[in-house]
């Protein structure tokens, strides 16, 4: 279940639908992760606390972003402060995505 002050935040920014996975870092199976991809729709965000409750590894994020952008959905993370609705938050982040790739 999705922490209390996870909640708060997500519905202060307007979150609708919850999806909430129990994960540990060995675990590769995401139930709702898998939902939520099947469930998403043109002009969707994805909304996160912090990118680490998305995603394990900034690879892992970048993975998942791309399977949300080829659904012609958006991301956005409210600790980092990274929006893909916008064109800043586009440029941030492809630098973390150039990062990633620069240090394989």
């Known amino acids: 279940m999705v922490a209390g002050t996870q909640i708060n ?22 139930p709702e992760l898998d939902k939520m991809s099947d469930q998403l ?17 900034l690879k892992d994020l970048l993975e998942i972003v791309e399977i949300i952008n080829k659904q012609d959905s958006c ?3 409210l600790v980092e402060d990274i929006d893909t609705t916008t064109s800043a ?8 995505a150039s990062i990633a790739q620069f240090e394989r």
Do not use: M
Request: hydrophobic share 40%; proline share 0%.
């Open 9 to 30: 935040a997500l519905a202060v920014a307007g979150a609708g639908k919850l999806f909430a996975d129990k994960f540990s870092g060995s675990k590769k199976e995401r």
């Open 41 to 57: 729709c043109d002009g969707d965000v994805v909304t996160v606390t912090r990118y680490d409750r998305l995603a394990r590894s």
């Open 75 to 77: 991301f956005r993370s």
């Open 89 to 96: 938050g586009h440029l941030v982040f492809h630098v973390f």
